[in-house]
């Protein structure tokens, strides 16, 4: 592919260069970063929330850049007379831009995978990974790209972003589609939805999982968060999806059904005792969760090892999602038992003490409400403990992050759990202890007993020693994070590890510390 071949796939405001500008060299890249630039390159410079890559159009030459894509008039005008020689194409969107260069480049592998696109507040990731099992299941091959990890055809990478720009996305698909990948599964997050970074994709199933207060730092209002979202449902910047999976449950799936409705999809619910895709009853059990499903495809007893009912609702999305994709419903029913928990997402840690401890991504305080709600149930009085157990319950708040929900997740854990430890998450440039003190007196005021312990690992084994047999533990907030990014550093910390150390020292396990 040359700078011609590529430019002809391309919505242009405007486009110049030499006489031979670029016509037979072969195009070698397609980057938005200058770092990244090499030789024979094509460097998109747009703008962005944080920065402006048109401030880098000259490192990108430097770099060996064959061409440059803009999304400004101004680097176009200054490229046409400074830069003769050097193919320059004007946009005037430039994610969009950045989309359609690296499907060009990458082979259109977005025309090879059907793509289930989840969003959300809660549920985004365990609602991804049951999908891509399900899918799984029924022998398909699929890319999956989300918080904790990506999947490119059962290989497993880190994760970078929740969705990551386009260019890194469609060369994760073409990579995928290489090995024999047919399907692609992803979160799509309220910020790329808005920057525009999943421009490109048709989403053939869109998934609704809840809308909670959350990224109020960078929407500004839950108006303008909501908004976000429905664009992945009513056809205004993508293309609307053939299947809206919609959470039947959520105050804000009416709306959503009616503007994917208009836009031409085809509308399933989901809910627990409402819905098309529904569970009409379910126990808890020690291993997760039995479920009596009834669906338009029919009606079975379903068994999973995911536990709660946040979990039971995650599964029926997942289900409804897979089947809007062709799955079977005998093949659903069978996979759902094999299905494991996400790695982060009440994940379990066991060391042998008497006393559960539980690890969770749980970071608004609907979540938070939620997981203590799970423990409660946990803790219920039994045969074996006629008393009952505790909630102890360990959370922080992200700094540079949304304010206004601290006071809210100190509420939501003073008046779920019987102890609590409000401690760090990631703290970023903030003070830890500024950020408590937006904590505490909504914590106070729940009556709760508490302490506050801003180093984290301290945190987690106050929490310890003051458990007794039969209470569970919640680690909060971070999850599968392998980080704690502070003011000055980052350094290695990982929730799960932090506790089996700390287990460890009070006599449980080996007690292994990093």
Known sequence: MNWNDLIAEMDAVGSGGGPSAGSGAPVTGIEYDSRRVRSGAVFVAMKGGSTDGNRYVEKAIAAGALGVI???????????????????????????????????????????????????????????????????????????????????AGDLRPSTHTTPESRDLFELMAEGAARGATELVSEVSSHALDQGRASGLNFDVAVFTNL???????????????????????????????????????????????????????????????????????????????????????????????????????????????????????????????LKPVPGRFQAVDAGQPFTVIVDYAHTDDALRNLTALARQMTARTDRMPVGGRVITVFGCGGDRDRTKRPKMGQAAGEGSD????????????????????????????????????????????????????????????????????????????????????????????????
């Not at 703290?427 to 729940?446: F, G, N």
């Open 419 to 514: 102890f609590v430890v409000a401690t760090s998450d990631n703290p970023r440039s903030e003070d830890p202890l500024a950020i408590l003190a937006e904590i505490e007196p909504a914590l106070k005021s729940t009556g709760v007993a508490y302490a506050v312990e801003p180093d984290r690992a301290a945190a987690i084994r106050l929490a310890f020693e003051k458990a007794a047999p039969g209470d569970v533990v919640l680690i909060a907030g971070k999850g599968h994070e392998k980080q704690q990014i502070l003011a000055d550093r980052t350094i290695p910390f990982d929730d799960a590890e932090i506790a089996l150390c700390a287990l460890g020292k009070l006599g449980y396990g080996e007690g292994q510390c990093i």
């Open 70 to 152: 803009t999304d400004s008039s101004e680097t176009f005008d200054h490229l046409l007379v400074y830069k003769p020689g050097l193919p320059v194409l004007e946009v005037e969107h430039g994610r969009r831009a950045l989309a359609q260069a690296a499907a060009a480049f990458f082979g259109h592998p977005e025309r090879r995978l059907a793509a289930t696109g989840i969003t959300g507040t809660n549920g985004k990731t365990t609602t991804a990974f049951l999908t891509e099992g399900l899918l799984n299941a029924a022998g398909r091959a699929t890319v999956l790209i989300g918080t904790i990890e990506y999947h490119i």
């Open 212 to 338: 909670t207060r959350d990224h109020l730092d960078y929407h500004q209002t839950m108006e303008k968060y909501f908004a976000a979202k429905r664009l992945l449902f009513d056809g205004t910047a993508y293309p609307p999806p053939r299947i809206a999976v919609l959470n039947a449950h959520d105050p804000h799936t009416e709306e959503l059904a009616r503007a994917a409705r208009k836009a031409g999809a085809e509308i399933r619910t989901y809910g627990i005792g409402k819905g098309d895709w529904r569970t009409a009853s379910y126990s808890l059990t020690p291993g997760g969760a039995e479920l009596n499903l009834e669906t338009p495809a029919g009606a079975a007893q379903v068994t999973s090892r995911l536990a709660g009912e946040v979990n039971v609702l995650n599964l029926l999305a997942a289900l409804a999602a897979a089947h809007a994709r062709g799955v079977a419903f005998d093949v659903l029913v069978n996979a759902a038992a094999r």
